[in-house]
């Protein structure tokens, strides 16, 4: 193994840690904001991806230029998930946490059977996308474009996610309703806009990320689970409730995935991913920004 | 009187913030003694270290005649520390009896037993006709008296209430009142917090006032709530002025 | 009000005996064998489902990867087997042995953490062990391990011409797992549990050692799933990592439950009964297709009960009984 061999894989591995941040960034804000987790988050990617293929497939748009329609779609589809189901979910006074999750599970199982029966479940793929299958070298690096055109997606989402939280007036009543839905009420904001508001942004970031996947990956009705275990240990691994905690845990989980896939199989590079976490869960109970 | 709990130089720092500093007192078998003071005074968190919710600092807890500074809260009530939490923590999806059995089950393992043990201590509370009740479906007064019967089901030779008196109305509170003196008089001692003075004031034997962390003072109530040093520590608090 | 408490259990037991032996009886009347296959599945999943009930219904201490457990009893009884020739009965107790000190020595780091962050250790340390076991060579790797016919007989508990017995068995797993839970829910054990899925800090004050009561939860809970799994092993007679120890496992397991009555004694086994058959049912009868509507029938139900009835089906049952109580 050379240090070129090394280095290389650690750049790639940035590169997808960085879109797993992406996929994440959705999953932190929801849960930041009502403390949900969305067990049909994977099962978001999925529609996001076949969106993209279908723009591309029936209207030739590029999956570059299909990704802010494929995140508005998915805007309407969180928004719609949350007044159709999660806002029920949330009324449970009994075993609240279940009923999260189950109802989400189960979404997500429709989801999946949907997808079976309008698209089959067929492997499809983008073909001859602009920057599909073409690699860059950076100082004899060579970095594979979309993931690179991904990496950089993230990073600009997650600096407008900052501004956004921080700067808008939307950003401040996400934030006060995420501290005192109560008391947010009292002041006039309608807890469930807010809330429908914030499932949409969720939804739209995933969407971003979906639009990128499309354009290197197969694209089936089950692909969702795969990067859904990823995008939980990504938020965990962050701390839940911290947005940002997503953007770093998705960097660790890419480096450490790459550099697991240099000393054990191939077909064990999760494992790393996995003993990371406990690892760092067992020290730290909340994940590395979560608040105690 | 024989000395049943004990503090010796107890310091509890969080971080930065002391929140305890040398605090040595000691309770008597057969007492009721108030732990009083103003908010931030350092009550609660000296009242978790009896407890044993978290180890002090620096000094050490004698209960007993057994140094417990260590034990965990689980020790803590085997030994005979029994507690109520401020903010009530019912077992929700429990019933009333079904909770107060959790308690007596330290003392007896044979669960007909506990279970008669359970319905005695909650006639003794007065609770005994919600017994089949869930304990998310009383009223607040009823859930402070739950408590209580949860902790005396234990068998504790020390009883720890916290603000159990606070935020009832003057009815229920009275009702509290007479609940501590029968607990007393099956000879539990008693170590309350409490913030409303007029209340707790006729209730107790001895007063002990926390001030910034520190003990202020100690003795009867009488003489305590005429101190001026406790006067000024509560100044602008009318139930000082006013006892 | 104690009378009131004995009779109630009572009449769980006599209801359970009363159940059982229908079931017991139901194969004299029906010869089908697709129809027997499913009630074997209902029953182990019943089973399995009130396994996971002890440690994430009564405890609190939500597991999703109990997948584990159910894996390590397939495994461990079908490698027995086949590497050494000891009896399915011993792997059956080996795996139920294994899986309970597995259970044990995760929980010791595990149970510090809280919520999501368990939940989702409990995810990652089966899809690590899954991982692990499809890279075993020894144990047949992502090919799993064929379980060789060595004729029928109950003394190596393979039944090639009549399913019949299996059935029996699942029945005996569902009314031990059953009676565990009857017998555990009035004991200090089940108290406990209770105490700590409602109040850890509760709990521990009147002398609950929260820690230990998880401990001993994961125990029972990790042995009975183990005991399920060796018997999966042995009817399917076939078993590799993805059909044993996958996500997916994990989650039918605690479906029943969850759409039962999660916490409560006869939550699993209304779940399985209605669940099972119906999965079964949607997926000959519309899965064929392989258009995936059993699965939006299965998940919309899955939705549909979880926001409908909270507290789960039996739910449905002590609201029956609540008003024929108020119109005495």
Request: net charge negative; no cysteine.
């Given at each position: 193994m050379t240090a070129e061999t090394i280095i290389q894989s650690l750049a790639s591995g940035l590169l997808m840690g960085l879109l797993y941040g992406l996929i994440a960034a959705g999953l932190a804000l929801i849960f930041g904001l009502m403390d949900v987790v969305n067990f049909a988050h994977g099962e978001f990617l999925m529609i996001a991806m076949y969106v993209t293929f279908f723009l591309f497939a029936f209207f030739a748009i590029d999956p570059l230029l299909a990704a802010p329609l494929v995140a508005a779609a998915l805007f309407v589809f969180g928004a719609v998930v949350y007044l159709l189901v999660v806002r029920f979910a949330m009324r449970a006074k009994a075993n609240a946490g279940m009923v999260q999750i189950f109802s989400t599970f189960g979404l997500a199982i429709v989801m999946r059977g949907l997808a079976q029966f309008f698209f089959t479940p067929d492997y499809r793929s983008v073909t001859n996308s602009w920057v599909g299958g073409k690699t860059i070298s950076i100082g004899g690096i060579y970095l594979p474009e979309p993931q690179l055109i991904g990496a950089m997606l993230s990073i600009a989402a997650f600096v407008a996610l900052y501004f956004f939280i921080n700067r808008t007036d939307f950003g401040r009543a996400l934030e006060a309703t995420r501290e005192d839905a109560g008391a947010v009420a009292l002041v006039g904001i309608d807890k469930n806009r807010v809330f429908a508001l914030g499932w949409g942004l969720g939804a739209a970031l995933v969407g971003l990320a979906g639009a990128i996947m499309a354009i290197f990956f197969y694209i089936y009705p089950d692909v969702g689970a795969s990067f859904a275990l990823i995008a939980y240990v990504t938020v965990a691994l962050g701390g839940f409730g911290s947005v940002f905690g997503a953007f770093a845990g998705g960097i660790i989980v890419g480096l450490v995935e790459a550099t697991t896939a240099l000393i054990l199989p191939p077909s064990l590079k999760s494992v790393g991913i996995y003993a990371v976490y406990l690892l760092v869960v067992f020290i730290r109970p909340r994940g590395l920004f979560g608040s105690m | 009187m024989t000395v049943l709990l004990e503090t010796r130089g107890v310091w509890q720092r969080f971080g930065g913030l002391v929140a305890n500093s040398d605090v040595s007192i000691s309770v008597g078998r057969g007492e009721i003694v108030g732990l009083i003071g103003p908010n931030g005074a350092g009550k609660s968190t000296l009242f978790n270290l009896i407890a044993g919710v978290l180890p002090p600092t620096q000094g050490s807890i004698i209960f007993d005649g057994e140094d417990v500074t260590k034990l965990p809260a689980a020790e803590r009530c085997q030994r005979g520390v029994g507690r109520t939490f401020q903010v009530v923590k019912s077992f929700e999806t429990m019933t009333v009896i079904d909770n107060v059995i959790v308690g007596a089950l330290i003392r007896n393992t044979k669960m007909r037993i506990a279970r008669q043990k359970a319905y005695e201590v909650l006639e003794f509370c007065g609770l005994a006709a919600r017994a089949?009740?869930?304990?998310?479906?009383?009223?607040p007064s009823e859930k402070r008296r739950l408590e209580v019967a949860r902790a005396l089901a234990t068998e504790p030779k020390l009883l720890l209430l916290d603000e159990v008196l606070t935020g009832l109305t003057p009815v229920e509170a009275q009702t509290g009142v007479e609940l501590v003196r029968k607990v007393r008089a099956t000879g539990v001692t008693v170590l309350m917090v409490e913030h409303v003075m007029e209340i707790v004031m006729p209730l107790v034997d001895r007063a002990i006032v926390l001030n910034l962390g520190k003990v202020l003072v100690e003795g009867k109530p009488t003489e305590v709530v005429r101190n001026p040093e406790v006067i000024s520590a509560y100044l602008g608090d009318r139930h000082a002025v006013g006892a | 009000m104690d009378t009131h408490f004995a009779q109630r259990r009572r009449r769980d037991l006599i209801v359970a005996a009363c159940l059982a032996a229908i079931a017991a009886l139901v194969p004299l009347f029906v010869k089908d064998v697709y129809v027997e296959n499913i009630m074997v599945l209902t029953l182990m999943y019943a089973a399995l489902s009130q396994s996971w009930n002890i440690l994430s219904g009564y405890c609190g201490q939500i597991s999703l990867g109990h997948a584990l457990y159910f894996g390590l009893g397939a495994y461990t009884t079908a490698l027995l087997f086949t590497k050494f020739g000891v009896l399915p009965w011993f792997g059956m107790l080996a795996g139920g042995a294994i899986s309970a000190v597995i259970a044990m020595a995760l929980g010791y780091p595990c149970f510090r953490l809280r919520g999501h962050y368990f939940v989702i250790a409990t995810i990652v340390i089966a899809e690590i062990a899954l991982l692990l076991i499809q890279n075993w060579d020894w144990a047949g790797a992502a090919l799993g391990i064929d379980i060789p016919v060595r004729g029928d007989s109950w003394l190596k508990f393979q039944f090639t011409r009549s399913k019949l017995p299996y059935f029996y068995f699942a029945l005996a797993l569902a009314c031990i797992a059953w009676l565990v839970t009857w017998w555990l829910e009035d004991s200090k054990w089940g108290y406990w549990w209770r105490a700590v899925k409602d109040n850890p800090d509760a709990a521990e004050s009147l002398g609950v050692v929260v820690f230990n009561s998880k401990m001993g939860a994961a125990a029972v809970s990790a042995f009975l799933v183990a005991v399920g799994g060796s018997f999966y092993a042995q009817f399917v007679s076939y078993i590799d990592p993805e059909s044993v120890m996958g996500f997916q496992f994990s989650l039918l397991m605690a479906l029943p439950a969850v759409l039962g009555g999660i916490g409560t004694l006869w939550g699993p086994v209304l779940g399985a009964v209605i669940l099972i058959p119906l999965t079964e049912l949607t997926r000959s009868f519309v899965g064929g297709s392989g258009r995936g509507v059993d699965l939006i029938v299965y998940g919309a139900l899955i939705v549909a009960i979880s926001l409908a009835l909270p507290k789960g089906l039996v739910s449905v049952f002590s609201m029956l009984s609540g008003r024929k109580e108020a119109a005495r």
């Open positions: - | 089949d009740k869930l304990a998310a479906d009383l009223v | -």
